[in-house]
């Protein structure tokens, strides 16, 4: 037993299977001093190869990876060209012509709003559907598209269900006018599918700086 004692793990949120993180964090009790270079290097070699553990960081008690986070980031990447690279880090859509504009256009309404019931999970056990979203846009770098979405806290399978809807719009399957709609009628049912899990990656979690100790 690498810390000699029984020890609770709580992560920062909790996400579907197939999604990526190239940030996260969780959080335990230990009331005995520790090294921490020391656990960081035993955890990774404990630790299977594709999770890597970057920093061991000392808070205040009362800090909780979920709940004391007050916003995160995530992206959804997508390959516009069949990549073999990418096959399981994003959304393959070759030969496909988006209309980029409109995406960013229909983006920017999701910042007028708070209430994301729309692209929320339909069976879920969460008191409020408010979010309060920072940014949210698409990029096209090359042959790589991707949306980039931050927000306070964000409701189960909420982002996935964003970018499907986008998508709509990209392919003029679906108006502005008509994403505003979906926003605004809180039904499910009435946004686009879910893009796959594969093309989505927290990227960022943001944290009071006081609840760190140096």
């Known amino acids: 037993m690498l810390l000699k004692q029984e020890i609770s793990v709580l992560g920062c ?10 940030q996260f964090f969780f959080h335990f009790d230990l009331e005995e001093k520790i090294d921490k270079r020391k656990l960081k290097f035993k955890l990774n070699s404990f630790l299977p190869k594709d999770i890597a553990i970057f920093q061991v960081i000392r808070v205040q008690e009362d ?36 209309d980029v504009d409109s995406m960013n256009k229909a983006a ?23 979010c309060l979203i920072s940014e949210a846009y698409w990029h096209k770098e090359g042959d790589q598209l991707t949306f980039h979405i ?7 399978n909420m ?6 809807t986008l998508l709509e719009v990209g392919k003029n399957r679906m108006s502005i006018h008509e994403f505003k709609d979906v926003i ?8 686009g599918a879910s893009a796959k899990a594969k093309g989505l990656y927290l990227t960022k979690v943001s944290y009071p700086k006081e609840i760190f100790i140096e």
Do not use: W
Not at 82 to 94: A, G, H, R
Not at 150 to 156: M, P
């Open 184 to 191: 605004e009628s809180r039904d499910r049912t009435k946004a």
């Open 108 to 130: 920017l309404l999701l910042m007028d709003y708070i209430d994301f019931k729309c692209f929320s999970k339909s069976k879920t056990d969460v008191k409020t559907f408010d």
């Open 150 to 156: 931050s927000a306070n806290r964000f409701l189960r």
């Open 63 to 98: 800090a909780h990876a979920r709940f004391t986070a007050i916003s995160r980031s995530y992206q959804y990447r997508i390959s516009l060209v069949k990549n073999v690279f990418e096959t399981d880090l994003s959304l393959q859509m070759p030969q496909s012509h988006l």
């Open 13 to 22: 949120g909790r996400t579907d299977a197939g999604v990526h993180a190239s």
């Open 159 to 164: 982002v996935r269900a964003i970018v499907g």
